[in-house]
């Protein structure tokens, strides 16, 4: 049993340049989220989705797209990667959401590096 | 900003003491969730406490929360080395609302 799967592990990019960090779950969960983590922050919710085809904002959400096509993936895109995007990038899902607990599975995260 | 902070920033105790960390919060919570990050990997959820609940237990695990004074604390007892690991705490405060806290190093000496 996976859980949830991220990849790629590690990526270098130049500014500019643009990327997909894909997540996978095979838990059947309705909710996923794309988490970046800095140092001295916590993690910081991005975007977020409560199913199939819906997409959502979170706190941090300028640069980054997101999508989810399938139940089971939930994509989240650089389009023009900036140094600030540089981050450790977590995907999250849970079965549940909105008056539910949230209680979130995590992926073993992404290392971006923007130069 | 909601986010909940954690107290102390960094806690170090020899095995088998006990690890108390701290945590604050500004608003009102649905739930209140820690979770535990080893060096290097994706956060493991703990235990969840429920905003009218005031105290659980999981295994060496104690949290209580406070919801008058905003904060709650998580208790490990009888710390081993395979604890050393960042806790987070983790706030909900509305349908898919949930803030983590800045952490807390805990480094366990064998």
């Known amino acids: 049993n996976a859980g949830v799967t991220q990849t790629p592990k590690f990526r270098v990019l130049k500014t500019g340049q643009s990327m997909t960090l894909l997540c996978a779950q095979d838990m059947n969960h309705e909710y996923m989220y794309w988490y970046r983590q800095d140092p001295g922050m916590g993690l910081r919710l991005i975007h977020y989705?409560?199913?199939?085809?819906?997409?959502a904002k979170g706190e941090v959400p300028d640069g980054y797209n997101v999508s989810r096509l399938k139940k089971q993936n939930f994509l989240l895109g650089l389009e023009s990667a900036a140094p600030s995007q540089t981050s450790v990038y977590f995907c999250?899902?849970?079965?549940?959401?909105?008056?539910?607990?949230?209680?979130?599975?995590f992926g073993a995260g992404s290392r971006l590096t923007v130069l | 900003s909601q986010q909940g902070e954690e107290d102390p920033q960094a806690l170090s105790i020899q095995e088998g003491e006990n690890a108390t960390m701290n945590c604050s919060y500004k608003?009102?919570?649905?739930?209140l969730q820690w979770y535990r990050q080893n060096s290097g990997r994706g956060l493991v959820h703990l235990i969840l406490?429920?905003?009218?609940?005031r105290e659980k237990h999981s295994g060496r695990l104690r949290v209580t929360l406070d919801t008058s004074k905003k904060s709650s604390s998580l208790l490990i007892t009888a710390s081993r080395a395979a604890d050393t690991a960042s806790y987070f705490c983790v706030t909900k405060t509305g349908a898919n609302n949930l803030f983590f806290g800045t952490g807390t190093r805990l480094t366990v000496i064998p």
């Open positions: 989705s409560v199913g199939e085809g819906t997409t």
């Open positions: 608003t009102s919570i649905n739930n």
């Open positions: 406490i429920r905003s009218n609940e």
């Open positions: 999250a899902s849970s079965p549940t959401g909105g008056s539910g607990a949230n209680v979130l599975t």
